[in-house]
């Protein structure tokens, strides 16, 4: 006697797959306060464009913490000092020691070469007191525009 196998609908396939996919979804992030911005330029909401601070500038802007459930993007200008790839991602770090260093993870770094003057904007995370992290980020020749404050 052959017995029949029930066999899943198309639709409740992706049901199925749909509530997988909601279920796995990270939280909303909050929106950081318009306080938070006050005195520092360099910094905005997600996605948004602030004008990009100098090497010389960022340390009086860098806020000690920012909420685990958020997201804030920095944007900096400075020289590349440091262009290295593993093969899928790149690494572009601006301004030198002692002061703050800054590193760019990103998908790529165009034409830039060392020593190029560079905007950095993205996701901004504090490693520590002189290492900030912004990932993810776009690296982009800078131009009189996009020039940073001094």
């Known amino acids: ?16 797959v749909s509530l997988a ?6 939280p909303a992030q909050t929106l950081l306060p318009d306080s938070f911005f006050v005195d520092r330029p360099a910094f905005s909401q ?13 340390a009086a802007q860098l806020p000690d913490s920012t909420p685990a459930d958020s997201r804030v993007d920095m944007a900096i ?18 301004c030198a020691e002692p002061g703050v260093r800054v590193l760019c993870v990103t998908y790529g770094a165009g034409d ?4 190029d003057r560079a905007v950095l904007r993205g996701g901004y995370n ?11 980020c776009l690296a982009s020749p800078e131009s009189g525009e996009g020039a940073a404050e001094r």
């Open 126 to 136: 504090r490693q520590d007191k002189r290492h900030v992290l912004l990932d993810p």
């Open 46 to 58: 997600p996605e948004q464009s602030g004008k990009p601070a100098s090497c010389e500038s960022i």
């Open 21 to 26: 996919l909601v279920a796995g979804q990270a």
């Open 77 to 94: 200008a400075g020289a590349v000092s440091l262009l290295r790839t593993d093969g899928a991602l790149w690494y572009i770090a601006v």
């Open 1 to 16: 006697m052959i017995r029949s196998r029930p066999v899943l609908s198309y639709a409740g396939v992706v049901a199925c």
């Open 112 to 115: 830039l070469k060392l020593g």
